[in-house]
Nanobody, 121 residues
């Protein structure tokens, strides 16, 4: 059973920084795209940043220039570096990975447990 284990959330003041990590455990064939989503109270979940297996990245407009997504393929880990945090960044952040368990299977979505990020003003 593949698991995505997240870490790095917490409470930070506006203007501060946090780094989230998402590590995939157990054996699998390959990881395709990985991404970070967030959901604030009363709002829909949104894709914050994504990274392809070749390293191509994309961001939602509200975090461009402030957040950086990266991945370490050798460690099966994705990171989200968040700088210049704003109160509106407060949300539960969840990691997503599209994983192929075997070479002959398609990619399946796996999710982390979610980590709370709270930015105080």
């Amino acid at each position: 059973q593949v698991q995505l284990v997240e870490s790095g959330g917490g409470l930070v003041q506006a203007g501060g920084s946090l780094r989230l990590s998402c590590a995939a455990s157990v054996s699998f064939f390959s990881i395709n795209a990985m991404g970070w989503y967030r959901q604030a109270p009363g709002k829909q979940r949104e894709l914050v940043a994504g990274i392809s297996s070749s390293g191509i990245t994309g961001y939602t407009d509200s975090v461009k220039g402030r957040f950086t997504i990266s991945r370490d393929s050798a460690k099966n880990t994705a990171y989200l570096e968040m700088n210049s945090l704003k109160p509106e960044d407060t949300a539960v952040y969840s990691c997503n990975a599209k994983i192929r368990i075997r070479a002959w299977t398609g990619a399946i979505d796996y999710w982390g447990q979610g980590t709370q990020v709270t930015v105080s003003s």
